[in-house]
T-cell receptor, first 112, second 112 residues
Framework: DVKVTQSSRYLVKRTGEKVFLECVQD?????MFWYRQDPGLGLRLIYF???????EKGDIPEGYSVSREKKERFSLILESASTNQTSMYLC???????????FGAGTRLSVL | DQQVKQNSPSLSVQEGRISILNCDYT??????FLWYKKYPAEGPTFLIS?????DKNEDGRFTVFLNKSAKHLSLHIVPSQPGDSAVYFC???????????FGTGTRLKVLA
């Protein structure tokens, strides 16, 4: 079974704080993704990484950055949290052999 | 520009009847399509997929139909069960990019 673990289920942060969301996978997948899910907007891709230290912007990268120092870990960073970044954040990995993305349980972030 | 659209935000169906969820896309480069199911406070889980070389794929109670000329796919659930109540997302991929474009989701409620 593929396991994608997001370190926090719920987070509450203040405007202007630097926020780290962590994601760890145990399947040696090369491709990892960060999405946010908002009502009526579906899942939108923030950033993805196709290898260690490699990253590409998704559809909504503004206000976010990422870090991938090790293959199993992909971090999403909110440099200065704002209220419009209140959302559900989902991490995923991609299994090339099956053409499937596997998701973590999500982190619900509230920025006050 | 929403490349993958789910025009029905919600759907209610009686237990035992058929549920039909619809999805339209605009990008003719998409050649792989998936359906994911999401329960509250959980990450999306893969349900079923279809390649553009096929027009139908079946897995137990779930069948996905693809109409390439209409750029339309649908998910049929027969018979519907209360445990199927969830949000369903369709997703599309250009093969080899590993990136999905998700629709906005349809909330299915199966009434006992």
């Amino acid at each position: 079974d593929v396991k994608v673990t997001q370190s926090s289920r719920y987070l509450v942060k203040r405007t202007g704080e630097k926020v780290f969301l962590e994601c760890v996978q145990d399947m040696d997948h090369e491709n990892m993704f960060w999405y946010r899910q908002d009502p009526g907007l579906g899942l939108r891709l923030i950033y993805f990484s196709y290898d260690v230290k490699m990253k590409e912007k998704g559809d909504i990268p503004e206000g976010y950055s990422v870090s991938r120092e090790k293959k199993e870990r992909f971090s999403l960073i909110l440099e200065s949290a704002s209220t419009n970044q209140t959302s559900m954040y989902l991490c995923a990995t991609y299994e090339v052999a099956k053409n499937i993305q596997y998701f973590g349980a999500g982190t619900r972030l509230s920025v006050l | 520009d929403q490349q993958v659209k789910q025009n029905s935000p919600s759907l209610s169906v009686q237990e035992g009847r058929i549920s039909i969820l619809n999805c339209d896309y605009t990008n003719s480069m998409f050649d792989y399509f998936l359906w994911y199911k999401k329960y509250p406070a959980e990450g999306p889980t893969f349900l079923i997929s279809i390649s553009s070389i096929k027009d139908k794929n079946e897995d137990g109670r779930f069948t996905v139909f693809l109409n390439k000329s209409a750029k339309h796919l649908s998910l049929h659930i027969v018979p519907s069960q209360p445990g199927d109540s969830a949000v369903y997302f369709c997703a599309a991929e250009i093969s080899g990019t590993y990136k999905y474009i998700f629709g906005t989701g349809t909330r299915l409620k199966v009434l006992a």
